[in-house]
């Protein structure tokens, strides 16, 4: 929500955690930009936005929107570690991006220099991801769909913006289907 005109938006509770809301747009409703717990349909949700933007430089360049706080600061990353600490399991993970074990090295862009790509986001969520009991991880980031089965009965999906999917259906197979049989 960096450089928007806060006038225009209000803080509201919703399945039990704070949202942004865009007074046009009621409903439609943002993460905020920390670590938050929530309730969708009876299912526990722990969210963890924040991800690097490999075309930061790119976007400066050209006048286009960045925000620095894009990614957790370290105090917003403790908040995460304490809810999870506290809590220690839930349904259902959504996060920006992903833990760094789970990286699509496949998908990264080639023209990108990797070794000024801010990894901290990655690894932190690789911190979360072995501290944390849950049964499905959802991310987005790299613009893909990609299903990373687990013989702990564990489901990590990669979505896109392109399919919704049915929580509950998603939540509630019982054979392991893949994103495609899913979809």
């Known amino acids: 929500l960096a450089k928007k005109d806060m ?3 209000h803080l509201e509770t919703f399945c039990g955690g704070i949202v942004w809301v865009e007074n046009d747009f009621p409903y439609i409703k943002y993460a905020t930009d920390y670590p938050d717990w929530y ?6 949700a722990m969210v963890f936005p924040g991800a690097f933007s490999v075309d930061k430089e790119y976007r400066q360049m050209m006048g286009y929107s960045w925000f620095e706080g894009e990614q957790l600061s370290e105090e917003e990353k403790e908040l995460g570690r304490e809810m ?7 349904d259902l993970v959504l996060s920006h991006t992903c833990p760094i074990a789970w990286e699509p090295r496949d ?12 990894k901290s986001m990655e690894i932190y969520l690789g911190e979360i991801e072995c501290k944390l009991d849950y049964r499905v991880w959802l991310w987005g980031h790299y613009h893909a769909y990609r299903d990373y089965p687990r ?11 392109q399919e919704v999917i049915d929580l509950d259906q998603y939540m509630n197979i019982d054979k392991h289907l893949t994103i495609d049989e899913y979809l």
């Open 151 to 161: 013989t702990d009965g564990r489901r990590r999906t990669m979505l896109y913006n």
């Open 39 to 44: 309730n969708f349909n009876g299912y526990t």
């Open 7 to 9: 006038s225009k938006w």
């Open 107 to 118: 998908l990264f862009l080639s023209f990108v220099d990797q070794s000024k790509v801010d």
């Open 84 to 90: 999870v600490g506290t809590i220690g399991k839930c």
